[in-house]
C-alpha cells in the first residue's frame, strides 16, 4: 500500500520528511521518484553551472542526444541482458568519443561550420539509434519514452545508478574544483599553470553523458537540458560568485523535483488527473525562472530608481 | 508482397505519404540553405522542439470543437505548431537581447522547456482520450503513412507559397544575406527580411513535423544544404541542389520506412511500424556522408596530382641541367609516352622547352625574391624549388615584365629565354 495515496500537496511533504526520519521503511514509488530525481538535479545543477559559463550547453544537447546509440551499441556488443553500471559507463564513454570525434573529424577536415556539423551528427545519430531500437525491440515504444521520460517506470535500481552518477559528479568537482575554475574563467592562466583546459573539458562532456544516461530512464534525453540550463540560468540571476551559484542551482533543482512530485501527486488525488511529472518539473523549472527574472528585474529598477533621486537630490 | 519504386507513386495507398513527405522536404531544405548561410542551425533545433505544444494545443483542441474532421485538424495543428514557435522566437529573442543570456544557453532552454509543457498538455489527454495521444505521438518521430491526399493538397500549397516567395524575393534575399551594408544602402528592409525569413523558417518547420517529426526536424533542415555546399558555391545552385537532394530524401526515406519492417517480419511474431523521420534524415545524412568522401576525394586526388607534377617537372629539370636523375619505372613511362624523352632518354625538342621553362620560372622567381622582397641570396633556392610548380603564364609574363626580362638569376646563372 503506498502511504502517499490519495494525499494531497502538503501531506505529501509531511508524510516524505516523517517517513525520511524513519529511513524510509519499503520504500515507495513516490520516494524512488522524488530521490532519483533531486539526485539527477544535484548532477545536472553542478554540471549546467559549468556549462553555461563555457557556452558548452549545445555540446550537452548533442550528447544527450547520442547517448541512445551509445547505450544500443553497448547492449549489441556487450550482449548484456541486465543493463548494469558497467554497460552503460561503457556507453557513455562510447558516445561522448563518437561524437565529439565525429564532429571535430567535420569541423576540421571536411571544414564544414561549427553549428552545422554538431547539429548533422548528433541528429543522424539519434536517428540511428531510434532506427535500431525500434528494429531490434519491434516497437517504437522506447524510442518515444527516450525523448519523453518516464518516471512512474522508475525502480530502486535506478536510485543506485543515478546514486552512483551523484556521487561521481560530486566526488570530480569537489576533487577538482580549482582546476574547472580555473579552466572556466581563465583558460590562458590554466594553461600556463600546467592544466589542459582540453582535458577537463572531455571530462565535463564524459561527466554530461554519463549524467544523461542516468537521467535517461527519468526525464528522457530532452528535458534533461531544462534540468541542465534551467537552474544553472536561475542561479545566474541570483549571484554572481561561483560556489554560491552551484549550490542554488541544486537547491532550485531539488526544490522543483520535490515540488513537481508532490504537485502531481496532489492532481492525481484531487482531480483524478495523472500528469507527467517530468514535464510538470520542466514547467516549475521554467517558472521559477520566470519569478526570479520579474524579481530581478524589479529590483533592478528599485536600484535604478534610488539613484536616481539621489542624483535629483545632489 | 513487394513494391516497385513506381508503385510509390501510383498506389492510391502510397501516393499520399510519397508526395506528401516529398514535398515537406523540399520546403525544410530550401528554408535550411539560409540557416546554413546564416550559421542558426541550432536555432532550427530549438524552433522545431518548441512547435511541440503547438501541436498537443492544436490537435487537442480542434479534436474537442470538431471531432473527426481530418481535414480541420491537419489545419489546427499546422496553425498551433506555428504560433508556438513564433512565441519560442520571440522568447529567444528577447532572452539573448534585454536579459544577455549566451545565445547556446537561452536556445537550450527554451527548446526543453517548450518541449516539456507539450509534454505535460499531452499528458492530461493520455489516460481519457487515448486517441489523441496516440496521433500526438506520430509527431514526435513523424509518420506520413496516414497522410490523406487533402494534407497533400495543404501541404503543396504552402510549399508552393515558399518556392514563390523565393523566386519573387531571390535578389533581395541574396543582397541581405551577403552583404548587409550594400542592401542597407539600395534600401532593403534588413531587419524586415530577417524577421520574414525567420518567420518562414518556422512555416517550414510546421510543414515537416508531419513526415520527420519534431525531434529530428532540425538534421533535416540542415542535411540537404550541408550535402550541396560541398558541390558549389554558388546560392542559386545551393537552393536547386538543395531542394533536389531534400527531395530524394523524402522519397527515400518514406520508401524504406515501409519497406524495411516488411523484409524483417517473422512468421508468428507482431509487425511493427518504422518512423519516418529518422529514415528521412538517415537518408539525408548517407547523401552527405557521400558527399564528404567525394570532396575527400578530390582533395586528395588533386594533391597526388600536383606532387606527381612537380616529379615530372624535377625531373626534365635535371635532364636538362645534365645531372643524373633516379626516376621510377612509371616516371620513365610516362615522360616517354608524352612525347618529353626519346627511346635513350634524352630530351625531345618538346622536353627541352618544357624543362627550359622550369628552370626559366625558377629563376626569374630568385630574381624577384631577392630585388622586390630582399631576401638572402642563399636562402631563396628552397622557395623557387616550390614555386617553379606553381607560377602560371600569366604570371610569368608579369613576372618578366616586372623584372625587366634579366639575364642572369641571383646566383649568376643564366636564365633561359621566353619560349613559345
Known amino acids: 500500500m503506498n502511504p502517499y495515496w490519495d494525499k494531497n500537496f502538503f501531506q505529501v511533504f509531511m508524510i516524505f520528511f516523517q517517513r525520511m526520519v524513519q529511513g524510509f521503511p519499503n520504500m515507495a514509488s513516490d520516494e524512488v521518484q522524488i530521490l532519483v530525481l533531486s539526485l539527477v538535479a544535484v548532477s545536472t545543477g553542478l554540471l549546467g553551472v559549468f556549462l553555461v559559463l563555457k557556452k558548452m550547453t549545445m555540446l550537452a544537447n548533442s550528447l544527450s542526444h547520442t547517448i541512445l546509440l551509445g547505450i544500443v551499441l553497448a547492449f549489441v556488443f556487450l550482449g548484456a541482458q541486465v543493463l548494469n553500471f558497467e554497460v552503460l559507463f561503457v556507453a557513455a564513454f562510447i558516445s561522448a568519443l563518437v561524437t565529439t570525434l565525429l564532429t571535430q573529424f567535420l569541423t576540421h577536415t571536411i571544414r564544414l561550420q561549427e553549428d552545422a556539423s554538431i547539429g548533422l551528427v548528433f541528429t543522424s545519430l539519434f536517428a540511428l539509434g531510434v532506427v535500431c531500437v525500434t528494429a531490434l525491440t519491434r516497437s517504437s515504444h522506447i524510442g518515444i519514452e527516450a525523448v519523453m521520460g518516464n518516471v512512474d517506470a522508475l525502480h530502486i535500481t535506478d536510485l543506485k545508478l543515478i546514486g552512483i552518477i551523484a556521487c561521481i559528479n560530486i566526488g570530480v568537482f569537489t576533487l577538482f574544483f580549482k582546476e574547472f575554475q580555473l579552466t572556466t574563467f ?81 492532481i492525481l488525488s484531487t482531480w483524478h488527473i495523472s500528469l507527467s511529472t517530468a514535464g510538470l518539473i520542466v514547467t516549475l523549472i521554467a517558472l521559477v525562472y520566470g519569478l526570479t527574472l520579474v524579481y530581478t528585474l524589479r529590483k533592478r529598477s528599485g536600484t535604478h530608481a534610488g539613484t536616481g533621486t539621489k542624483e535629483e537630490k545632489v | 508482397m513487394t513494391y516497385s519504386i513506381f508503385d510509390f507513386f501510383t498506389d492510391p495507398v502510397f501516393r499520399a505519404p510519397t508526395v506528401g513527405s516529398m514535398l515537406m522536404c523540399l520546403a525544410s531544405s530550401l528554408i535550411g540553405v539560409l540557416v546554413i548561410i546564416r550559421k542558426r542551425s541550432l536555432l532550427g533545433e530549438a524552433l522545431s522542439h518548441a512547435s511541440y505544444p ?232 548517407f547523401l552527405c556522408a557521400i558527399s564528404f568522401a567525394i570532396g575527400l576525394g578530390t582533395r586528395y586526388v588533386r594533391i597526388v596530382e600536383h606532387k606527381w607534377q612537380c616529379r615530372l617537372e624535377n625531373a626534365l629539370k635535371s635532364m636538362w641541367k645534365n645531372e643524373s636523375i633516379e626516376a621510377s619505372c612509371a616516371l620513365r613511362f610516362w615522360l616517354k609516352w608524352q612525347g618529353w624523352v626519346d627511346e635513350k632518354y634524352h630530351l625531345t625538342p618538346e622536353g627541352f622547352i618544357y624543362a627550359s621553362r622550369i628552370v626559366r620560372l625558377h629563376r626569374l622567381w630568385e630574381v624577384y625574391l631577392v630585388d622586390y622582397l630582399g631576401q638572402k641570396v642563399e636562402k631563396v633556392h628552397r622557395n623557387a624549388e616550390e614555386m617553379e610548380h606553381i607560377i602560371t603564364p600569366e604570371l610569368e609574363k608579369e613576372l618578366t615584365l616586372l623584372l625587366n626580362n634579366p639575364r642572369l638569376d641571383p646566383h649568376k646563372q643564366p636564365i633561359p629565354e621566353e619560349t613559345l
Open chain 2, 54 to 285: 503547438g501541436v498537443v494545443i492544436g490537435l487537442i483542441l480542434i479534436s474537442f470543437y470538431f471531432p473527426m474532421q481530418e481535414e480541420i485538424i491537419g489545419i489546427g495543428i499546422l496553425a498551433g505548431a506555428f504560433c508556438t514557435s513564433l512565441l519560442a522566437l520571440f522568447v529567444i529573442h528577447k532572452m539573448e537581447r534585454k536579459f544577455r543570456v549566451k545565445s547556446d544557453a537561452a536556445l537550450c532552454f527554451v527548446l526543453s522547456v517548450f518541449f516539456g509543457v507539450g509534454i505535460l498538455i499531452a499528458s492530461r489527454v493520455q489516460t481519457t482520450h487515448a486517441m489523441w495521444y496516440k496521433q500526438i505521438q506520430l509527431f514526435l518521430y513523424g509518420q506520413s503513412a496516414t497522410l490523406m491526399d487533402i494534407h497533400v493538397l495543404t501541404y503543396g500549397i504552402l510549399c508552393c507559397l515558399i518556392i514563390a516567395l523565393f523566386f519573387l524575393l531571390y535578389r533581395s534575399i541574396e543582397a541581405v544575406h551577403f552583404d548587409v551594408d550594400f542592401s542597407k544602402s539600395i534600401g532593403i528592409r534588413v531587419n524586415f527580411f530577417e524577421n520574414m525569413i525567420y518567420c518562414l523558417l518556422a512555416l517550414a518547420i510546421c510543414i515537416g513535423i508531419r513526415s520527420v517529426g519534431v525531434v529530428l526536424m532540425s538534421g533535416m533542415l540542415i542535411a540537404p544544404g550541408i550535402c550541396a555546399r560541398q558541390f558549389t558555391h554558388r546560392l542559386s545552385v545551393l537552393l536547386v541542389l538543395s531542394g533536389f537532394i531534400g527531395l530524394i530524401s523524402g522519397f527515400f526515406g518514406n520508401y524504406f520506412s515501409v519497406i524495411i519492417p516488411e523484409m524483417m517480419q517473422v512468421e508468428g511474431q507482431k509487425n511493427f511500424s518504422l518512423p519516418t523521420g529518422p529514415m528521412i534524415l538517415l537518408f539525408a545524412a
Open chain 1, 186 to 266: 581563465d583558460s590562458v592562466l590554466a594553461k600556463v599553470l600546467g592544466i589542459s583546459p582540453t582535458l577537463f573539458n572531455y571530462l565535463i562532456m564524459i561527466l554530461v553523458a554519463m549524467t544523461s544516461i542516468g537521467a535517461f530512464r527519468a526525464v528522457g534525453v530532452l528535458l534533461v537540458l531544462a534540468f541542465l540550463v534551467g537552474p544553472a540560468l536561475t542561479a545566474r540571476l541570483l549571484t554572481n560568485r561561483l560556489k554560491p551559484l552551484l549550490f542554488l542551482a541544486c537547491a532550485i533543482g531539488i526544490f522543483s523535483s520535490l515540488c513537481g512530485v508532490a504537485l502531481s501527486r496532489h
